[in-house]
């Protein structure tokens, strides 16, 4: 079982250049998350989704934006990527409900110069 | 609103003692608690979770946690180390529900284990 796939692993971008991150989930959950990890921070979300067709912002939404057009994919995007947007970004999905645990993807690497 | 702090950024240990990693949380809700591990260059895999059940959770790996509501606390501890334990561990709070499942980090604790 695949669980959830992201894609790129890493990436540099140039300053002021667009990118989207890829996630797809093949576990039909309802719910979908990006985290950005930075050292010290522990994780911080982005985005979510609670059901496909809605979206929401989390902690640090400034400059991303996100899509949910089906249960199994939740790209994000960055519009013109900035410094200090140099994380790893994880995805994640979970069943949905307030106890059910996350499942999360291996990470992208991104580095923007 | 919620938050988490786990109290020691770092934590060195031998192999063969205990691993304690303390976590504190606070929450508007009665909340659901987790326990993360992010092995190097790897994605979070779950240990453990709370959910109103037993106080006492146990988890993968002989780890376990104890609930305590008193303390706000969600500690997580193993009798004996192991060298596979050496990780970053994350307690995490879920407890808001207009965002519905929404996890709350906290800055992580990284465990080193000496031979």
């Known amino acids: 079982t695949a669980g959830i796939t992201q894609a790129p692993t890493s990436q540099i971008l140039a300053a002021g250049r667009s990118m989207t991150l890829r996630c797809t989930q093949d576990m039909r959950h309802n719910a979908m998350y990006w985290y950005r990890q930075d050292l010290g921070l522990g994780l911080r979300l982005i985005h979510y989704?609670?059901?496909?067709?809605?979206?929401g912002k989390g902690e640090v939404p400034d400059g991303y934006s996100v899509s949910r057009a089906n249960t199994d994919d939740f790209p994000l995007t960055l519009a013109s990527a900035v410094p200090s947007q140099t994380s790893v970004y994880f995805c994640a999905s979970s069943v949905g409900g307030l106890s059910t645990e996350a499942f999360f993807g291996q990470g992208t690497r991104l580095t923007v110069v | 609103a919620q938050s988490v702090t786990q109290l020691d950024s770092h934590v060195s240990v031998s192999e063969g003692t205990p691993v304690l990693l303390r976590c504190n949380y606070s929450s508007s809700y009665s909340p659901s608690l987790f326990w993360y591990v992010q092995h190097p260059n790897k994605g979070l895999q779950l240990l453990l979770k709370y959910t109103s059940a037993a106080t006492l959770v146990k988890g993968i790996n002989g780890f376990e946690a104890e609930f305590k509501k008193s303390e706000t606390s969600f500690h997580l501890t193993k009798p004996s180390a192991h060298m596979s334990d050496a990780a970053e561990y994350f307690c995490?709070?879920?407890?808001?529900?207009?965002?519905?499942?929404?996890?709350?980090f906290g800055g992580g604790t990284r465990v080193l284990v000496k031979p």
């Open positions: 995490v709070v879920s407890g808001v529900k207009a965002a519905g499942n929404k996890l709350t």
């Open positions: 989704s609670n059901t496909a067709g809605t979206t």
